[in-house]
């Protein structure tokens, strides 16, 4: 199969001290454009806005 599931967490919410957002989605692995960690703007809904969420293992 070449999608892998992957957790996105939010990174202003997580140096802050505040709750983390999660999100759960999926990646192809074998594209050359997704070589790194994913990197996504999401909606925080503790923060009330859209923050930078990245891929943690």
Request: charged residues 35%; hydrophobic residues 25%; positive net charge.
């Amino acid at each position: 199969m070449a999608q892998e599931i992957i957790t996105l967490e939010c990174t202003e919410a997580a140096a802050g001290g505040r709750p983390v957002s999660r999100y759960v989605t999926t990646r192809n692995k074998k594209s050359p454009r997704t070589q790194g960690r994913l990197e996504k703007r999401k909606y925080n809904p503790y923060l009330r806005r859209h923050t930078l969420h990245r891929e943690i293992k």
